[in-house]
């Protein structure tokens, strides 16, 4: 599976953007999908995650009711909606997949999966 994320840039602080994960896979509903950030200086953490279906989500706590994660199975597509950005929200975003239909209590834990796109920039300015 070939992950290609897109959509981050240069944002105020305060603004939005929306990230992109595009999977090349024909059995895209039968991946969790998730968003990973790492900032300079910093270790890899956890964002948000979405079941298969897209009816469970997980988000960590320094970005619920900011970030929106959602997916379009028809599109192969899994979308991060970032809202109210923060400076401390800069990082490289990167979006990863395992072939797990149903989120469990590990998902925020990266070793669980198997494929990782190339990551996108974002920047918040304050």
């Known amino acids: 599976v070939q992950l290609q994320a897109s959509g981050g840039g240069l944002v105020q602080a305060g603004g939005s953007l929306r990230l992109s994960c595009a999977a090349s896979?024909?059995?895209?509903?039968?991946?969790?999908i998730a968003w990973f950030r790492q900032a300079p200086g910093k270790e890899r953490e956890f964002v948000a995650a979405?079941?298969?279906?897209?009816?469970?989500?997980n988000y960590a706590d320094s970005v619920k009711g900011r970030f929106t994660i959602s997916r379009d199975n028809a599109k192969n597509t899994v979308y991060l909606q970032m809202n109210y950005l923060k400076p401390e929200d800069t990082a490289v975003y990167y979006c990863?997949?395992?072939?797990?239909?149903?989120?469990?209590?590990?998902?925020?834990?990266?070793?669980?999966?198997?494929?990782w796109g190339q990551g996108t920039q974002v920047t918040v300015s304050s």
């Open positions: 990863a997949a395992v072939k797990i239909k149903d989120l469990g209590t590990w998902q925020n834990n990266g070793t669980w999966y198997d494929y």
């Open positions: 896979t024909r059995t895209f509903s039968t991946y969790i």
């Open positions: 979405i079941s298969g279906s897209g009816v469970s989500t």
